[in-house]
Each structure stands twice: as structure tokens, then as C-alpha cells.
């Protein structure tokens, strides 16, 4: 099994201390969770897009080129890049971008995005939403095998003998699917033989696990190969702790704070209490032993190889969430590995372009072969003029 960290990079105040971040410190902290996700040994780190308060991940090519400059080895995740709100010719350039700057690191989660003001934003209505996104990930995925295409696009104009730079590294990419409520996110996975990411957040397990199984049927139905499936879930928290009474104590104020801000927005909560919480949602608070049995139980539903984690405090204090992380990596994740498979493919990137041949090929039979990376810091500028 593998793990990620998320975030949204919600910017609100702390639900226990009221007291909140500026936008230049909350940013810093993103990236100060993505170096330490590294340090510990976690497979990926992931930044969520959304247009609308209180998030600020509207760029998250940026945060991620940031965070890809400031790492070696953990792969970057969007979640979700929501190309039902994107132009995916533009999409393409940014990620196609961010492919090479992390050296063929990255992996996308797509989905159609949520809420009603960025829907508004970008003129997208719940009628269309779901054309859009189906839409742009065909010409995204086309894009993503060959630069140069025509498609004759609905909702951006046509594309006629289009070439769109640069070419990205990894070639094919993998791209997940991202899933919360509706089958047509899982049937346009399952069409294109991707893998799934069930958001798993929100509800008790039983919709999440209707929708994987109905995943797995139209995989099958599509004529996929069953082995090849592979499936990512969500967590709604997570504080693990040595003692599980120390665990829920000191989740105790986090949840009284989630439950005031569902209370503010006129929310009924579908948890009322700390403890039905940890009983029937996905979150994973108690001692180690508690969280790996619950991994296996919705396992045991899900059959998923990749778990993530929030990447945020999200309430805790720093310490008690870094603990907690090096808790996960010590105590719980090699349990986890060594009991859930890996996704069919291992882990790490797909096969990598080599635009170099391309270009070769492109010379003259006497032209001088092109200069190695390690060349161009000798070659001198090129004066221009105007």
C-alpha cells in the first residue's frame, strides 16, 4: 500500500484557536508540509484546486512547481484538477510544464470539481458540467499522446492541426479519477481503463463502497483486465497516538470545531458526536493497532492500494500533527505495506518521452548532434538585437 498527504490549503481560522494564518504564511506552511512529508518517507504529496472561499489552491501548478524545486523523490498529486472549469488545451501546457520541472513526478486527479460560486466563476452550469469535463479530458488525454490534433470541441473552439507545447515527460501519464457521489465520474474511469480516487470523506462507507464496486463492473464490462484495477480512498481525519484514549482526547476540541462550522453554515452534520465519528466515518483516530484495523476493514470494501492523509493540522496543534505523522510512518505504514498489495503497476512514473530522439531524427544526416544537458551552461548567449 501507499500513502499520500492532501491539501485544499483551506485558509481559515484554526477551529480551536479562532486565529488565522496570513495568505503569504499559509502558503509557507504548505510547503513546509510537503518538504516533511518527504522527510518522512510518505509516496506523494498532493494540492486540491478550487475557486471559491475560504481555499486558496486556484494555482495549483504553482504550488506544486514550487514544492517539485524543493524536493528529490515524493511524487506531486493534484486533487482534483477540475477540468469541467479549464480550458484543456491551457490545462495541458500548465501540467505538461510541471511534468518536466519534477523530472516525471507528477500524477493527476481529475474530476468535475465542486461548488456552486466557482461554477459561477467560470459560466459552468450543473446541466453541462459533466460534458465539460468529459470533454476536456479527452482532449487533455490526446494532447498528452500527441501534441498535434484536431478535435472538433463543444465548449472551446475546434481544434484543426493544433500543436501545443511543450511535450511533457512522462508519456503516458497516469491519471486517477476522483469520485464522491456520482457514477459518471466512475463509468468515465472505467471507460478509459484509469484509476479510481473515492473521496471517502463525507459519509459513512457504505455510498463510497456502492460506487467502487459499480467501478469495478464497468471495468469489466469495458473489457479491462480485473488485475489491472487499482483504487485510491480518502480519509476524514487522522491523529493516531500510543494510547487510543489519548488519541480521542486530544481530537475531542478538532471535532467540536468542525461541528461549529457546520453549525454556522446551517449544516446538519452526518456525525453528531466525536465517537460515532470515529466508529462510522473514515477517519482514523486511536492508537496504531485501532488505525490498522481500520484501514483492512474498508479495505475489505474497497480493495484500495493508495490511502491519503491530511496534509494540515487542521485544528491540532503543529507538534501533536508532526507527531502523529512520524507516528504513521513508524508504527502503522510498514504494517500497512506489508499486508496491502501495491497498485498493479508498483509506484513511480510511467515510460519517459525522449524528445531528444525526436529531434535528432529531425536534422540533416550532417548535422552536429544535439548538445547534452550538461553542455548548454558552456555555450555562450546568443546576442540579439530590437
Not at 512529508?37 to 475560504?54: I, K, S, T
Not at 506531486?76 to 505538461?96: C, H, I, N
Not at 461554477?119 to 501534441?147: H, K, M
Not at 456525525?271 to 477517519?283: N, W
Request: charge should be negative; aromatic fraction near 10%; hydrophobic fraction near 40%.
Amino acid at each position: 500500500m501507499r500513502f499520500i498527504t492532501i491539501t485544499l490549503i483551506v485558509h481559515a481560522p484554526d477551529p480551536v484557536t479562532g486565529q488565522q494564518k496570513s495568505t503569504r504564511e499559509r502558503f509557507a506552511e504548505v510547503l513546509g508540509n510537503a518538504l516533511f512529508a518527504e522527510e518522512l518517507g510518505f509516496d506523494g504529496f498532493g494540492v486540491g484546486e478550487r475557486h471559491e472561499r475560504p481555499f486558496i489552491s486556484s494555482s495549483p501548478t504553482v504550488v506544486l512547481s514550487h514544492v517539485a524545486a524543493l524536493t528529490k523523490r515524493i511524487r506531486l498529486f493534484t486533487a482534483v484538477t477540475t477540468l469541467s472549469l479549464l480550458d484543456p488545451v491551457r490545462a495541458f501546457e500548465d501540467y505538461a510544464t510541471l511534468d518536466n520541472l519534477s523530472g516525471g513526478r507528477l500524477e493527476l486527479i481529475i474530476g468535475k470539481g465542486n461548488g456552486a460560486a466557482q461554477r459561477e466563476l467560470f459560466q459552468v452550469t450543473p446541466e453541462d458540467q459533466w460534458d465539460r469535463n468529459a470533454e476536456s479530458y479527452e482532449v487533455f488525454r490526446r494532447l498528452w499522446r500527441d501534441n498535434k490534433i484536431t478535435y472538433a470541441t463543444k465548449f472551446r473552439p475546434p481544434l484543426t492541426e493544433a500543436e501545443v507545447w511543450p511535450r511533457p515527460l512522462q508519456r503516458p501519464i497516469r491519471v486517477w479519477h476522483g469520485s464522491a457521489t456520482s457514477k459518471e465520474s466512475v463509468d468515465l474511469a472505467a471507460s478509459c481503463g484509469d484509476p479510481l480516487f473515492s473521496a471517502n470523506v463525507t459519509n459513512p462507507i457504505e455510498p463510497y463502497a456502492e460506487l467502487i464496486r459499480y467501478y469495478r463492473e464497468q471495468w469489466v464490462r469495458y473489457g479491462h483486465d480485473p488485475a489491472q484495477i487499482a483504487v485510491g480512498a480518502g480519509t476524514a481525519g487522522y491523529y493516531a497516538a500510543p494510547r487510543s484514549q489519548d488519541a480521542i482526547d486530544a481530537y475531542r476540541p478538532v471535532f467540536a470545531g468542525y461541528l461549529a462550522f457546520q453549525q454556522r453554515l446551517g449544516v446538519q452534520p452526518v456525525f453528531g458526536t466525536l465517537e460515532d465519528f470515529v466508529e462510522r466515518s473514515s477517519a482514523l483516530i486511536g492508537s496504531p493497532a485501532q488505525v490498522i484495523e481500520k484501514v483492512h476493514r474498508y479495505h475489505g470494501q474497497f480493495g484500495h492500494s493508495v490511502l491519503h492523509l491530511h496534509a494540515d493540522a487542521g485544528g491540532l496543534t503543529d507538534a501533536q500533527h508532526r507527531a502523529s505523522l512520524e507516528l504513521f510512518q513508524s508504527a502503522i505504514a510498514p504494517v500497512l505495506r506489508r499486508e496491502i498489495p501495491d497498485p498493479p503497476w508498483g509506484w513511480g512514473g510511467g515510460p519517459i518521452g525522449d524528445d531528444a530522439v525526436l529531434a535528432l531524427a529531425a536534422q540533416s544526416p550532417t548535422a552536429r548532434p544535439a548538445a547534452a544537458v550538461s553542455d548548454l551552461a558552456a555555450v555562450p548567449p546568443v546576442a540579439t538585437t530590437g
